[in-house]
Each structure stands twice: as C-alpha cells, then as structure tokens.
C-alpha cells in the first residue's frame, strides 16, 4: 500500500488490539510489596513512561488461514507503532504459531494482575500470557501460551465474542450457537450460564461500570443485569433492521450511553439507547456499505466503522459527523476495529492480511467548511436585520425607497 502507517503481515487478520505495555512494565518494574516506593518512583518517571509510551505503542493481531492445507499460517503477532514517524514495524516484532487452530477471536485483559489474553479457536479457549518487558525502550515483549487450562471453556464450540469487563474481573464469552456465559475473573466462578441466550451470538460489551451486559445475535438485542442474571431489557429492532454490533460509552454529559450498529437495505446507521429507560435516542444512517466492525473511543468522544468494501469511517459522538474517510484502508473487508487507551490512534485490521493505524485528528477541511458556513449564515442574519431596520424606517417616516421607481 506504500504506506509506513499500513503494512501486511503475510495472514488474514480477524482479530487487533492494544496492549497494555506500561501496566505490563510496572508490573516487572515494582513488586507487589513495595507498593509505597512504586507510588513514588511512578509520579517521578510518569511524564517519562507517558512520552515513551505514546511514541512506541505495542499491537497484537491475531489470523491464520485455519485447518487444512492452506499453507497460510495461524499465528498472534505482535507488531510496534512508532507515533513520532507515524509508522508500524515492517515485520511483526514477535509471532507465537499456534498450529492448525486459528484464532478466531481475541480480547486483551485490561491490565495488573491477571494480565494477557483470551484467544477463541474452533473448539475451545485457550489463555495466552505476556512475556512482559523489563524496559520500556526495549523490544522485548513477547507472548507464551500459559500452562493455565480454561476448563471451563474446554470443548465448548467457536466463540464468536469475548470481552473483559473495564475492571478486568469478569469475563463474557458468545457462541456460534447462542450459548452467553459469564465468570468471575480470574477465578471463572460462573456468574450467568444461559445456553439459549440467542440462536447465534455475534457480540457482547459490558457497561463503564460493569454493572449491565448487553448481548446481540439473532431476535431482540438484550440487556443482562450482571449481578442478578437476569434480563432487564429486550431492545427491538425497527422495520427491516440488523443488529450487527453494539459498545457501551458515556455521553457528553457524562451519562452512559450505547450505541448499536444496524444493516437496512438502504445501508448502515448507528443507533443510540437511553442506559436508565433502555429507550431508543436516535438513529442515523451514516454509510451505503454494510458495517463489518465498529468501535467507540475509550473518552467518548468518536466512533469508528470499518466496511466490506475496506473503508475506515471516523465520527464525532455528539452528532455523528465525521472527521476522517479512509477510502480503500484495506483492500478487504474490515474485521476489527480498537482505539487506543488515549482515544488518539485507531488500527484497523483486515482479511486482506493488512494493518493500519490512523491518528484520530479532526478534518480541518470539514472544520473549515463549518466556520465558513456559520460565518456565512451570521452575515446573512445581518444583512437581513438591516434591510428589516431599513424598511421600517422609511415606512414610518412615510419617505420612498431610495431603491423605488
């Protein structure tokens, strides 16, 4: 693609996510019983850690080309992005082969203690952990299959969703076959076992604070009290919507929102849900493709699509305009979408074994458009005013119009 922002890494990619690299190095850096010194060094070394931080940031991908004799491998990649450059690393920095089972899915514990990933392959789970760095200018960073066996979620089919909760102690895994579970963690003490949750069950997110799951396949999108587990709201669809993904997110006014992505044959819109009555906000439609991937910024402030035919589309949250087009991102249709912690970069993966990562800036072009507009119209609100000011003038003072014949 010529690109330095974009590069191809040999496997379709279903999977992309961030790491936590800081959270990881801390962790090396400061044991847990010397909590009063980490305090310390962390507020002397935090503008150092944060600079390096934002200038290298680490992704892991996920792909493969499945069972068979493909050729093409299956393999979590972990690969850099050098912000001062705008540049990922040609080759990824590390690759951890997992044989004839693809990794379908993926989700990246938030951080601490417990930290690695979740990886969905055909049949059974499997948990991956970070062969963490000692420094945050190294390349150091690697990734091992952990000795630990989900056995709960052994045997149990293709999952098609994974998320952590903000928090990292619970975790929500979906089922090609509608089957929602969801474990306490690290423990997997079961929390909601519910077989059949949907007849398929395509994605899930938990609410900021953990309290609300909302689950989406085929019927109504529901919304699970975590605690109870027990549904407390069916969200239905409206004429000939297709619920395809779904992110919880606050609001300008610092209010939990959530936000659905939804397929009409006139194209794709987004639709917004109230989280305290669960009725519908609005709905926009903002694209012709189908939307294959959606993700909303960690502040609120943007949501992202990604389509089939391989474009990026970048939106404000408060009226869904849009910031950025990526046309032709990639050359195949969008499978995962991920901003980062700080909601300034946004990557985006395809099937088409590509990887790019986006600043999120605003369109200065469109910016300018609206300040020419709304000069435009101030203009015209004074000279409609004055021309007002005008005619009553010679009206009352019954005198002709200098203008008149």
Partial sequence: MGEANCQKYGVPLYGAAWVPFRDLFNRIKHPQNQKEEEEKEEKNSESTEETTNKKNSWLVLSGGGGAGSSGIPNALLLTQFDSSSNSLSETPVARHGTGNLLPYRM???????????????????????????????????????????????????????????????????????????????????????????????????????GRFLVSLGGGPCRIWDVESATVVASLLRENDEVFTSCRFSVNSNGTQILYITAMRDRGGSIVSFDTSTWTRVSSKHIVRDPISAFNVSPDGEYLAIGTIQGDVFI??????????????????????????????????????????????????????????????QGLWFIMMIAIIFLLAYYHWNDKPLPFAY
């Fill in 315 to 376: 939106y404000k949250s408060r009226n869904t305009r849009v910031t950025s087009i990526i046309k032709k991102a990639h050359l195949g249709l969008v499978t995962a979408l991920k901003f980062s912690e700080d909601s300034r970069l946004l990557v985006s993966a395809s099937m088409d074994s590509s990887v790019r990562v986006t600043k999120v800036e605003e369109d200065t072009t469109l910016k300018g458009l609206t300040i020419l507009v709304f000069v435009l």
């Fill in 107 to 209: 989700a990246v514990h938030p951080g601490g203690e417990g930290g690695g990933l979740i990886c969905a392959f055909p049949e059974s789970c499997k948990w991956f952990e970070w062969n963490a760095p000692t420094s945050m200018e190294t390349n150091e960073l690697g990734l091992i299959a952990s000795e630990r066996v989900l056995t709960e979620l052994e045997n149990v089919g293709q999952q098609l969703a994974l998320v952590f909760n903000k928090e990292g102690s619970a975790l929500a895994v979906g089922s090609e076959d509608g089957h929602l579970r969801v474990f306490k963690w690290p423990s997997m003490a079961i929390i909601i076992d519910k077989a059949d949750a949907h007849p398929t069950l395509k994605d899930l997110d938990f609410s900021l604070d």
